[in-house]
């Protein structure tokens, strides 16, 4: 019988590993300019604020935009949105939250936050304070509580939008990490 090195062990799980799980980024992560959209993300960063006990996202963008960039006359609404994981694996399972970003009819934004079951459906926990900083810099913060107060989260971020050159039902998308890659942020 043969036996192969340790070192040649550990870097063959390690690569079976590789293989078997997305890769984790960790915040910020960048994108690049690659969206056919109005709302094409260049940076996301989730920041915590432990003095308030908030978790904080900042989206970044090539080009400024504002809500009538997530506006749709056509059927369901753009949006700017985060996939949040606190206890599932995002391979696996749908994310357990997802925070959303959608125009409001007075010009302004709406902030959202849903808890997604084990079959996809969505039920409301609160909402989200949505700030625009400048034309390409957008804020979402909200209380950890409204996610369970875990102690990490993985998360992606996706725009959708609807508009000239975009496909009318599927909308123009973009990510931020690329699918299949999530990102790791510590809420200690």
């Known amino acids: 019988m043969r036996y192969l090195p340790f070192a040649a062990l550990v870097a063959l799980t390690c ?3 590789a293989d078997a799980a997305p890769a ?5 992560v ?3 300019n690659d969206g056919a959209g109005p709302v ?3 940076s996301v960063r989730a920041t ?3 003095s308030d006990a908030r978790l904080i996202y900042t989206f970044r963008t090539y080009e400024g935009f504002g809500p009538s960039a997530l506006r749709n006359r056509d059927g369901a609404p753009g949006s700017i949105c985060v ?3 606190t206890d599932r694996v995002p391979a696996e399972d749908p994310a357990n939250y997802e925070l959303c970003v959608t125009a409001r009819p007075d010009e302004g934004y709406r902030g959202t936050i849903h808890r997604q079951s084990e079959t996809g459906s969505l039920k409301q926990v609160g909402k989200a304070e949505v700030q625009q900083r400048s034309t390409k810099r957008l804020e979402v913060r909200f209380k950890l509580a409204r996610i369970g107060s875990p102690r990490s989260i993985l998360w992606t971020a996706e725009t959708t ?3 000239k ?4 039902g599927a909308g123009c998308e973009d990510f931020a990490p690329e699918p299949p890659e999530t990102v790791k942020t510590d809420l200690r």
Request: with cysteine; charged share 20%; hydrophobic share 25%.
């Open 15 to 17: 690569a079976l590993c």
């Open 24 to 28: 984790v980024t960790k915040s910020p």
């Open 30 to 32: 960048s994108d690049r």
């Open 40 to 42: 094409d993300l260049s």
């Open 48 to 50: 915590h604020d432990s």
């Open 83 to 85: 996939n949040i994981w």
């Open 161 to 163: 939008t609807f508009g």
């Open 165 to 168: 050159g975009c496909p009318k």
